[in-house]
């Protein structure tokens, strides 16, 4: 058995990778050329990726595939038909996101609305030091407490996130695909949801029906006093529209932890506007996260290797 792990984005050398070893020869990938990857897939019997598109391209050139894991829970960088097709068995990740996505969703709002960069730096600057009053606040600062906070994806990231909002007192509303019998928030409809929240924060999967929901029509939609936080996927957001609602002052703001192009393009719409707090796709990267996410991802490999596939992805 021979298999390929791509660890780029997984590793600053602090995760172990051992029981991969366990089940057979390892290959460890880095941040290479796509003609570089393909190459060194072309002879494994199974892989475990993240942030690699797993296409047509790539499986043609993989005969002996018959496995693809990704260090994920979204797995919409798999073609999945390609690998049913080929017999491949395609699994992900879930849940080992849970907690530090949905910290870092609040992480990103609480900065919003406390201005906290704009302070810490002003204390940094000697601002304070320089201060005639005990306290001084230039920039204006929001309270929480009694918002709406809606929650657009109701799995097991986005019901995190509604107990936090919760324990702040926040009322909060719901919008998903099916509705869970166990739900003890208000179950709205997409329409709802946007005309409704003083914050909504996403948590649904990318795929056809979600691409680019957040776009000039559902902005429209929304109160001018707003934010919208998205720690999913980038391609849930029509940027340009986006960006044109912030600077129109048709929203209060935006906190995102991931865009449509990653690594962000020079030219993306969004990037040093003042309203928008962006982060490099790193509510996931806590070191208890991605030890979960490695322990899950080897769990899955072992379980098929035993004739007992789990997390899997495609039919």
């Known amino acids: 058995m021979k298999i390929l792990l791509n660890t780029s984005g997984m590793t600053n ?40 598109e797993v296409n047509e391209e790539l499986l043609s050139r993989c005969p002996k595939l018959k496995y693809v894991g990704v260090f994920a829970t979204g797995y919409n960088g798999i073609d999945l038909e390609a690998c049913t097709r080929r017999g491949i068995t395609a699994c992900n990740a879930p849940d080992y996101s849970t907690n530090a996505v949905s910290q870092h969703a609040f992480a990103l709002l609480l900065s919003l609305c406390g201005k906290i960069n704009e302070y810490v730096n002003s204390v940094d600057r000697g601002d304070w030091v320089a201060s005639k009053s005990f306290c001084y606040f230039p920039w204006e600062t929001r309270e929480l407490h009694g918002k709406t906070f809606g929650v657009y994806g109701y799995g097991s ?17 719901v919008c998903t695909r099916t509705k869970p019998a166990d739900c003890p928030y208000k179950i709205v409809d997409a329409e709802q949801i946007f005309r409704e929240s003083d914050v909504l924060s996403l948590h649904c999967p990318l795929n056809s029906a979600t691409k680019e929901l957040v776009n000039a029509r559902t902005l429209a939609l929304m109160k001018p006093s707003a934010i919208l936080v998205n720690t999913a996927r980038g391609g849930l957001i029509d940027e ?30 969004l990037r040093g506007i003042k309203n928008c707090l962006i982060t490099p796709h790193v509510a996931w990267v806590p070191h208890e996260t991605r030890t979960r996410l490695t322990g899950i991802a080897a769990q899955n490999l072992k379980c098929f290797l035993e004739g007992k596939p789990r997390n899997v992805v495609n039919k």
């Open 157 to 173: 990231i986005g019901r995190a996130t509604a107990k936090i909002a919760d324990a702040l007192g926040m009322n909060v509303i």
């Open 240 to 269: 340009a529209a986006l960006a044109d609602a912030l600077k129109g002052g048709r929203l209060y703001g935006a906190c995102l932890d991931t865009v449509a192009e990653e690594p962000m393009r020079a030219d993306n719409p």
């Open 13 to 52: 050398g602090d995760i172990d990778f051992s029981e991969f070893e366990k089940m057979g020869e390892v290959v460890y990938v880095g941040e290479v050329s796509r003609a570089e990857f393909i190459e060194k897939a072309s002879d494994c019997d199974a892989m475990v990726v993240n942030k690699i």
